[in-house]
């Protein structure tokens, strides 16, 4: 078993920054990729960003240039730095922990920008 702890969310002004962190916890050795997700209310969860285990990184078009996704093996811990962040940033974002066979999510965190 894998466990997720997302945090970081918040209310932010268009233009602010805010940084989520993942801190994984349990059997996490085999862990190949470490990843960002988002909902938006009525939409579909989309990728964000992840990152391999050898620190490939890849990001959605949306967000290229203001997000940044980086990894801490010593915390077990990934982030995502999000800055000049817009209204339709908003939504629950979700970190996935992706093995070869299965995934685990965790319980995601609530990004709200306001104009």
């Known amino acids: 078993q894998v466990q997720l702890l997302e945090s970081g969310g918040g209310l932010v002004q268009a233009g602010g920054s805010l940084r989520l962190s993942c801190a994984a916890s349990?059997?996490?050795?085999?862990?190949?990729?470490m990843g960002w997700y988002r909902q938006a209310p009525g939409k579909q969860r989309e990728l964000v960003a992840y990152?391999?285990?050898?620190?490939?990184?890849n990001y959605a078009d949306s967000v290229k240039g203001r997000f940044t996704i980086s990894r801490d093996n010593a915390k077990n811990t990934v982030y995502l730095q999000m800055n000049s962040l817009q209204p339709e940033d908003t939504a629950v974002y979700y970190c996935?922990?992706?093995?070869?066979?299965?995934?685990?999510w965790g319980q995601g965190t609530q990004v709200t920008v306001s104009s």
């Open positions: 996935k922990a992706q093995f070869v066979k299965f995934e685990y």
């Open positions: 349990g059997s996490i050795l085999g862990i190949n990729v």
């Open positions: 990152i391999t285990s050898g620190t490939r990184t």
